[in-house]
Structure formats: structure tokens, C-alpha cells
């Protein structure tokens, strides 16, 4: 992910189908300098890992190599043990074609057209 200033930052995500959207915990957005202060008091339901609490635009993210400019993503609480940071959904892969090589076991992207 691109700050505002143009500084990467680099963090652990989960490429997830089943998201229409992707989502970007508070903490990372804030430690990124996207966000303020992230909502102390958001609770995790039960069964969720995430909770989704705020709209945020990306100045510019790149996942598997390709750069998505001004995405709009939910800020969420993220429950720790994942270990990431990140869920990226439907939103990308509207804009890019990713086929699964389960016999290599390689992820294949592209931009559509």
C-alpha cells in the first residue's frame, strides 16, 4: 500500500472470492498513516473475523504485482490470530484476472482486456 506521502508499506493479505469488497484493518490503515485512530470499541461477533466499520479510498495498493489506484475499501477490526492485515475482494478482481494453476500451484494474474 502507498501512504499519502508516497511511502510503501507492506503487509500480509488474504486473496478471498467470497468478500464483494476488500477490507484493511484499522490498525495497518493507522499505522500507515490513512487513518487517525482506529475505533477501540468495535467488537468482533461471534463467528467473524472481521468487523467492518468505515469507508476508506486507497491512494494506491498493488497486490500480486498490479496497481490499483483510489480503491475504496472497508476499515474493519481484524482478529489477531489471523495475522493479516488485509482481506482483498471482489473489488480486485474486477479489474484483474487471476487463474489458479492447481498443478504448479501457481497464482496466474493479469489485467482484463
Same mark, same amino acid.
Given at each position: 500500500?502507498?501512504?499519502? !506521502? %508516497? ?7 488474504? +486473496? ?13 490503515? *493507522?499505522?500507515? %498513516?490513512? +487513518?487517525?485512530?482506529?475505533? !477501540?470499541?468495535?467488537?468482533? *461477533?461471534? %463467528? ?9 479510498? +486507497? ?10 489506484? *483510489? +480503491?475504496?475499501? &472497508?476499515?474493519?477490526?481484524?482478529? !489477531? ?13 474486477? *479489474? ?5 494453476? &492447481?498443478?504448479? %500451484?501457481?497464482?496466474?494474474? !493479469?489485467?482484463?482486456?
Amino acid at each position: 500500500m502507498t501512504d499519502i !506521502q %508516497g511511502e510503501r508499506h507492506k503487509f500480509e493479505a488474504l +486473496l478471498d472470492t467470497g468478500a464483494p469488497a476488500s477490507e484493511f484493518s484499522d490498525t495497518a490503515l *493507522h499505522y500507515a %498513516g490513512l +487513518l487517525q485512530e482506529p475505533i !477501540q470499541d468495535v467488537p468482533l *461477533h461471534q %463467528g467473524l473475523p472481521t468487523q467492518k466499520y468505515s469507508r476508506l479510498l +486507497l491512494p494506491s495498493v498493488e497486490v500480486c504485482s498490479h496497481r490499483l489506484c *483510489h +480503491l475504496n475499501v &472497508y476499515v474493519s477490526r481484524f482478529e !489477531q490470530s489471523w495475522g493479516i492485515k488485509a482481506l482483498i475482494g471482489l473489488d480486485f478482481f474486477r *479489474h484483474i484476472k487471476v487463474t489458479i494453476d &492447481y498443478q504448479h %500451484g501457481h497464482l496466474i494474474t !493479469q489485467p482484463y482486456g
